[in-house]
């Protein structure tokens, strides 16, 4: 039992909207374009998909927005409405989602894990050695968090933050993110950044009953009020 972790909602940026569940709800929530969409899926597959839609339009419903359909696109990205930015993760026993409104946020990721140590090999495969020396370091410090699925599993939140807005890939080895032990940590680009793409990254990750979840987000440059604030100052 990993005590003194926040709570997953506790891990997001304010205006941002969580909604989790162990275990899976009745297919019934499914809405005719994803019925057909998952009509081919195992069944397995199909609760998890289910599950985790239910959740999104929870929290759509909590931002006074309409319960539409979510269908992915042919990279199996979600396709959220123009105001909306959102990300879904599933994995063992466990579902989440997230939205937000896009006038907030410029983009969002999150992603689940059983909180596991990764087989054997990976670490290597999907790290840098400043990266390994990080999490054999951590490690050292409090031995009960699995450091190496942490960095994988805020690595794939990045990517589900990152690939909505660029349409392009982003391998492992494109980020090195520096891990902290309060539960945030420290992103920097090892390829070329699109120009227009918010410089403004965060990362956080917890990890709550036997699930890690990790969250990154790229928020909105400041406010003009907030702006103009600043040039008073100066
Ligand atoms: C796409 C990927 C991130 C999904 O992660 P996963 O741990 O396998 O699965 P999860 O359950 O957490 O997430 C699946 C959900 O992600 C979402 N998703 C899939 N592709 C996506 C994409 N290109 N962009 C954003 N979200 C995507 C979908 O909502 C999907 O659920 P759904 O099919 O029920 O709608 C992963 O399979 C992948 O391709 N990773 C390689 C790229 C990568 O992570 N690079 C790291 C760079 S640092």
Redesign the pocket.
Known sequence: MITGHPAPHELLPDGVVFHDIRGDVSLDVLLPPERDVAASFSER?RR??AT??HCARRGLSDLGLVNTA?V?DE????IWGESVVG?????RGYRAAVVGPSALIAGI?????VAEELPRGVLAR?SSVAEQDRVASLAHERADVPWDRVLFCV??S???????LTRT????L??E?FLEADTSGQIRFLREVPADLPEAWKVRWTVNDGIIIAAAWMTLTPSVECASTTRGIH
């Not at 990300?87 to 994995?91: A, G, R, V």
């Open positions: 597959r998890e998909y985790v839609r979510i992915n990279s199996g990205c979600p990300s879904m993760t599933h994995c990721g999150i992603d689940a894990e999907i690595k794939e990045i990517f589900k933050a990152w690939y909505p890939g982003l391998g492992f494109d980020v993110v």
